[in-house]
């Protein structure tokens, strides 16, 4: 219940194209959802993140949709360009004395110029 | 803003060797900050939370005499592998938060450990 299921495990993307990450979770305690973008080497970097009451959050090119009654939501990266690629992980946190973040597996996103 | 500062970003050293790791977070109080291990081509894996002030809290299955965490200040937290292994070579990553409803996880750029 503590996980969050993310697909796919790899995403190749040409130049201009829009990218889809899905996740899904179980435990409906979560109320926050961020994705992180993380380039080799790196840390993850926080990109954008959405609160369960909210369907849609667009900031510039990325865009996540939630969809709380099947517990997915997704992100979607518009006119992909070669430097959006990297590994993007979904998490989920829920509040309490902790605030952990459950992360998802990745995705490795390649844009092909 | 936002900014956390993980040192040193690389370090390779003879196994039996203790290592200490430095998160800070530059320009905001961390109350809570994280620890975690990832694998290659994986996902991070939490390995302890720690709190300014008390002790950490390790995820079931890390040996806490291993990874030393200490939080004292509200800017400044340590991991320190004692008597590292080489298994114990891994990237590992810290995250600064401050207290508050859905506030992010800030996560510094990581430190590569490498024990021979």
């Known amino acids: 219940q503590q996980q969050v299921k993310q697909s796919p495990q790899s995403l190749i993307v040409q130049k201009g194209g829009i990218s889809i990450i899905n996740c899904a979770y179980e435990n409906t305690a979560f109320d926050y959802f961020p994705w992180y973008q993380q380039f080799p080497g790196k840390g993850p970097a926080l990109l954008i993140a959405i609160r369960p009451d909210v369907s849609e959050k667009k900031e510039g090119r990325f865009t996540i949709s939630f969809n709380k009654s099947a517990k997915q939501f997704s992100l979607h990266i518009m006119d992909s360009q070669p430097g959006d690629s990297a590994t993007y992980f979904c998490a989920a946190m829920y509040g309490g004395a902790t605030n952990k973040l459950i992360f998802g597996t990745g995705t490795l996103l390649a844009v092909q110029p | 803003g936002a900014v956390v500062s993980q040192h040193p970003s690389r370090v390779i050293c003879k196994s039996g060797t203790s290592v200490k790791i430095e998160c800070r977070s530059l320009?905001?109080?961390?109350?809570?900050m994280f620890w975690y291990r990832q694998f290659p081509k994986k996902s991070l894996m939490l390995m302890a939370t720690?709190?300014?002030?008390?002790?950490?809290?390790?995820e079931q299955g890390v040996e806490k005499d291993k990874f030393l965490i200490n939080h004292a200040s509200l800017t400044l937290s340590t991991l320190t592998v004692t008597s590292a292994q080489p298994e114990d070579s891994s990237f590992y990553i810290c995250?600064?938060?401050?207290?508050?409803?859905?506030?992010?996880?800030?996560f510094g750029d990581g430190t590569r450990l490498s024990i021979l």
């Open positions: 320009d905001f109080q961390a109350t809570t």
């Open positions: 995250s600064a938060r401050v207290t508050g409803f859905s506030q992010p996880q800030h």
């Open positions: 720690s709190n300014e002030g008390s002790k950490a809290t390790y």
